[in-house]
């Protein structure tokens, strides 16, 4: 077994882990960062999802290093890209012209600025990523961790990692179990937490679905059908007790008011199209979460739009994909995986066209995009994680528009970020239905990303003090982002000042100090006057 020894080991490569890794190099330590798949970035990358962010992201509401990113991937496009005049021109480039945000683009083009970012630190050696490898145990003393062992998932060797500080950025806090640092999961009681729109009993294992997404693009005139999946009649029948329709249909609720809305997928259509006119949202699936647009580049440059199928019709409810038993996780992500297939394959043979005729068999998988081989993602898209029990857990109360009105969030006096999502809940493994809850633009507090008891462990990701339904909330990709720069720069204070973070929230000046640190790096602490949706 190797050893190795760093000051900050950062386990997990997605976006809070990327955040955190960066703020411990700029910082001057030295820093250990691990991923279990070929790519770093998460849920921007691996999971293939483009940012879901707020309205004012184009002028404030991030930090510093996430803008960075934002702007690498645009001059990614800028610099290799055969744009169009207009494109080039606009400074809000949206390479993809994606309804879900104002900056939708290809998996593999966000992976390649983030490894971009990473670069300087691995060259001048405060950085080593290590792809590949997976937390599989750890040893404590006491309320410290101090040692994770690593498993390289190619060569099965083992490789234990000593460090000063331990932050888990995976995405579903695979360090809390194997630390016994205390955590929750799943929905809390409305007597644990006071929240309106909890239930009367603790849920632990009801979690919001998981998605495994994939990237297709539309060849007309081909055939790209591929083999029918195993499971396919299962799949295509599917129907929750709650849902309006089969899932497999383009009938799916409307989040907000759970009213039963009919979406429309119509490839590379035309810009006057009239069955797309008037549809807003994501009832326009093609362009919901486009992530190259041909109208960006020049004239003949792409025959097909790439879009990202992240949809209500692949929202896996059957079960959790961890927290479970090994053989029950494995079975539901190979039932991910079945439901993503199948519903290319519905697509593809089965489904309804606006012009009366069924399927799409020039709908061909990019795996490419995505980085695979067989077109599916590198992992399922994970909207809910193990979360510590921390010193200031946020409820829903706390951010809740109906709750605060114009009063705002809590303004918390311990801020390390902000953020601003609706409290927005997919439909879960406990059987409920989108629960989607307007809130107001709130803070980060440090509270959020203390442990109760354990010391040089830090979340890094969406593992931090929320609850089930203010999760909804803060697991967007600027959030995540943001609570990873916040963990990697406590980890970088503390370690210089010779302090902890639970005595940097109790003791004022520490605080004041450290909040301080934050803003010297871009991050911004309070939001100016807004409303919240």
């Known amino acids: 077994m190797t050893e190795l020894r760093t000051d900050i080991a950062v386990v997990g490569g997605g976006l809070g882990g990327v955040a955190a890794a960066l703020a411990a190099a700029r910082s001057g330590l030295r820093v250990l960062l691990t991923e279990e798949y070929d790519w770093v970035g998460g ?45 080039r021109r606009h400074p809000a480039l949206n390479p993809g012209a994606g309804r879900v945000s104002a900056l939708c683009a290809e998996p593999s083009a966000a992976h390649a600025v983030l490894r971009a970012m990473l670069a300087p630190y691995r060259a001048s050696g405060l950085l080593d990523l290590r792809l590949r490898h997976r937390p599989v145990a750890a040893t404590t003393d006491g309320d410290a961790v101090t040692s994770v062992t690593l498993r390289d998932l190619d060569s099965g060797d083992d490789v234990t990692v000593t460090a000063r500080y331990f932050l888990d950025a995976t995405e579903t806090g695979e360090l809390l179990p194997l630390t016994g640092t205390e955590y929750v999961t799943g929905f809390e009681s409305q007597a644990d937490t006071g929240e309106p729109s909890a239930p009367a009993e603790r849920r632990p294992l009801d979690m919001q679905a998981a998605s495994w997404c994939f990237a297709v693009e539309h060849r007309a005139g081909e055939d790209h059908t591929i083999d029918k999946p195993d499971d396919y009649g299962f799949w295509r029948d599917y129907r929750p007790p709650y849902w309006p329709d089969r899932m497999f249909s383009m009938v799916a609720p409307k989040p907000q008011t759970l009213r039963p809305t009919t979406r429309v997928l119509i490839p590379n259509p035309a810009p006057d199209e009239p069955a797309l006119q008037g ?24 025959a097909s739009d790439v879009v990202i199928v992240n949809w209500p019709m692949i929202d896996y409810v059957e079960g959790p994909l961890f927290e479970v038993e090994p053989a029950a996780a494995a079975r539901h992500r190979a039932g991910a995986r079945q439901m993503s297939l199948s519903f290319l394959y519905w697509m593809q043979t089965e489904m309804p066209r606006p012009d009366g005729s069924t399927g799409l068999p020039g709908l061909r998988l990019r795996g490419d995009v995505v980085g695979t081989a067989d077109g599916l993602c590198m992992g399922p898209y994970i909207r809910e994680s193990r979360r510590i029990r921390a010193v200031y857990t946020v409820p829903e109360q706390d951010v809740s528009l109906a709750v605060r009105g114009d009063r705002g969030a809590v303004a918390y006096e311990d801020s390390v970020g902000i953020g601003s999502y609706r409290i927005d809940l997919h439909p879960s493994t406990g059987g409920d239905n989108y629960i989607d809850v307007g809130s107001s633009p709130f803070r980060i507090p440090l509270g959020a990303l203390l442990p109760e008891r354990m010391r040089n462990l830090l979340p890094a990701a969406k593992n931090i003090g929320t609850t089930h339904l203010t999760n909804g909330c803060y697991r967007l990709h600027p959030v995540e982002w943001n609570a990873g720069e916040a963990a990697g720069l406590l980890a970088a204070y503390c370690l210089r000042h010779r302090t902890t973070p639970h005595q940097v929230r109790a003791q004022p000046a520490r605080l004041a100090d450290y909040q301080s640190a934050l803003t010297g790096h871009g991050v911004e602490l309070a939001w100016p006057d807004i409303r919240g949706y």
């Not at 309205?55 to 991030?62: A, L, Y």
């Not at 990113?69 to 800028?78: E, K, P, Q, S, T």
């Not at 549809?279 to 792409?302: H, I, Q, T």
Request: hydrophobic content about 40%; proline content about 6%; overall charge negative.
């Open 43 to 87: 849920q921007l990358t691996v999971q293939g999802t483009p940012p879901d962010e707020h309205p004012w992201i184009e002028q404030f509401g991030c930090t510093a290093s996430y803008r960075r990113l934002r702007d690498g991937v645009r001059d990614y496009y800028r610099h290799w890209y055969p744009l169009s005049a207009a494109a």
């Open 279 to 302: 549809l807003a949202g994501d009832l326009d699936l093609w362009a919901f979460r486009r992530v190259l647009a041909r109208s960006s580049f020049e004239d003949g440059a792409f």
